[in-house]
């Protein structure tokens, strides 16, 4: 019985020094992952922490709402966390959605993949591509926000820019343009997965 006692107690005290030394002990999993939407309570900034651990803040709503229907998916983490995340530039407006243009210059813009911006040389090309109401699409950036974008070249008449959701009117078929094929989206299961909007169809 004292052996048992014995066995017992330095046990207790092997596992008491192994718990102190940190051992067992499960590190606190962060809030967010890759791909989420993250915001600190208290602030209204909303950024989107990227696989490169860092955060992207949305500058302005219009910016926001090119990508999400809504505020539902935003998950509120501490701000030690949030403060982990390194900032890692601005989110520009989603291809295929908004125009752009600055304040201080009439010209408008397609917004391609990665940023870049495609002029459109007209009003005649605005219309043939969007339509009587494309001026509805256009959303003012400001200058500060500007440079996060890059200009390419003007986009040549009749021709979509790449991200483009385009069908025809006699057909239910979507298709994405990725500058140069025309992708079939399979499903309305798709569509919702990739957060489409058919509004800017």
């Known amino acids: 019985m004292t052996k048992l006692r014995k ?5 207790v005290m092997v596992m008491t020094i192994i718990a ?28 989107y922490l990227g ?11 219009a910016t926001y709402f090119s990508w999400y229907k809504d505020f539902s998916g935003v998950i ?10 390194m900032l890692g530039g ?21 917004v391609e993949p990665n940023g870049v911006l495609r002029k459109i040389a007209s009003e005649a090309d605005a219309i043939a591509l969007y339509g009587s109401t494309w001026a ?9 926000f500007f440079t996060n974008y890059t200009v390419g070249s003007p986009l040549a008449s ?11 009117a006699s057909s239910a078929n979507i298709y994405y343009y990725d500058g140069t094929n ?14 489409f909007n058919n509004a800017y169809v």
Do not use: C
């Not at 009749?158 to 025809?168: D, F, H, I, Q, V």
């Open 7 to 11: 066995f017992l107690t330095i046990g």
């Open 20 to 47: 102190m030394s940190g051992a067992f002990i499960t590190p606190a999993k962060a809030a967010a992952s890759a791909g989420d939407l993250i915001k600190m309570a208290g602030n209204s900034s909303v950024y």
């Open 51 to 61: 696989s490169d651990s860092k955060r992207y803040v949305f500058p302005n709503e």
């Open 76 to 85: 509120t983490i501490p701000a030690t966390e949030l403060q982990s995340y």
């Open 90 to 110: 601005n989110v520009t407006m989603r291809p295929g959605t908004k125009l752009v243009k600055i304040v201080t210059d009439p010209s408008v813009y397609a």
């Open 136 to 144: 509805t699409r256009v959303v003012d950036v400001a200058d500060s």
């Open 158 to 168: 009749n021709t979509y820019p790449k991200g483009s959701l385009l069908k025809n």
């Open 182 to 195: 025309y992708r079939l989206i399979a499903s309305d299961a798709a569509f919702t997965a990739n957060r």
